[in-house]
């Protein structure tokens, strides 16, 4: 337990039980969108919108909730989001009425920007000495949920509906759980800068931007990945819908392995070059995924892929921790807002695609925006470099 102060454990352990949730209710769309195109009769156009609503709850409330952390404090803000999460997820699917379902995952969406900006936040403040370990490990937790989600989805295949209300049921217990816990150890948003804050020089800074776009390309390429991996191996491998839910697994288990490892190996702080190696690996992992015919090399593709997104996330997040050492909240509630933007442009995007060309068209796509993302970090190991070695690694100061 070296790893994380005393004073913060059981805050930390609680958060990583939130994120485990948040990792399922991610995955189960994905592992239960056949079912749902099945039972429901939605097409492709009308699943990209429903998954498009979640993704605009998200956004708007990862960028407000960052600035209303700063206001009315975190405990506040990932209480109200894991209470709309349960009201959302206790009723999704139970009708094939889109309208009504585009409604309750923007509610899903909502809570979870609230949840995912406090956490992070939180995260942060407790990180030691500008590493990354605790944020991966965080992250880690994510993606035990999100492996965990596709085999309690084939588990329940015959009332799949019944793990969105066992999320619910998790949603509420997790709320109540983290009413009582002590937010106040985590100290103020440094306090004694709070009036001079200004949050446009804030969101201009050139760190800031470039993490900005790095995760909205990030997070529309992995959940879009996730979102419509399992379709792909029912369309376009042919595969059983047992085999279509386990490679949603096999692609978080990629993610799952990649940032337990970067917890348990990594301790050094050189953050945006590791990012560079990760957005390498999923570029390639997605081409060879896209490339292959048979379902095992496509299989393996897209655990390859997983491999490399892994901590693309958290080592950005500390980064931000980093770099930012005002208005922290903000600057992570603006951050996970391009993860918003992502996730909210990619379902619509691909449901397009692939309504028309079909869906290895949009993972297609998918291949494209990591190669940009790609050249946005090189762009990010300049920058630090530029703050670290140029100013004696003197962090930026966007209020003065």
Known sequence: MRFIEARFRSLYFAMLASFAMFGVCVTIIGATLPRILDDFQWGYLATGIVLCSGSLGYLV????????????????????????????????????????????????????????????????????GGKSRLMNLMHAAFCVGAVAGPFAVVTLMGVWQVVYRLMAVAALVMAGTMALLPFSRLGGDNEEHRDRLRTLQLIRHPLLILSFLILVIYVGTELGTSAWVGEYFETV??????????????????????RLGLFLAYHGRRQAEVLLILGVICTGGLLFAVLMEGPWL??????????????????????????????????VGFAAAGGGIGSFASPFVTGAIAERYGIRRGFVLYIV?????????CAMIWQTRRHEDGEGGRAPDPTT
């Open 61 to 128: 409330s990862a960028f407000v909730s960052g600035m209303l952390a700063h206001r009315i404090g975190p405990k506040r803000v990932v209480v109200i989001g894991l209470g709309l999460q349960a009201v959302g997820l206790s009723l999704f699917v139970t009708t094939p009425n889109v309208p009504f379902n585009i409604l309750l995952y923007f509610l899903i969406g909502v809570g979870q920007g609230g949840m995912e900006v406090v956490v992070n936040y939180a995260v942060v403040r407790m990180e030691r």
């Open 369 to 377: 925006l990591n190669v940009f993302m790609v050249a946005l970090i």
């Open 298 to 331: 496509a299989g393996a593709g897209f655990f390859l892929a997983g491999l490399g997104y892994s901590a693309i996330y958290p080592l950005v997040m500390a980064l931000i921790g980093k770099h930012f050492k005002r208005g922290q909240s903000i600057a």
């Open 237 to 258: 491998l042919g595969t059983s819908p047992f085999t279509a839910a386990m490679m949603v697994s096999i692609f978080w288990f990629g993610l799952l392995i990649g």
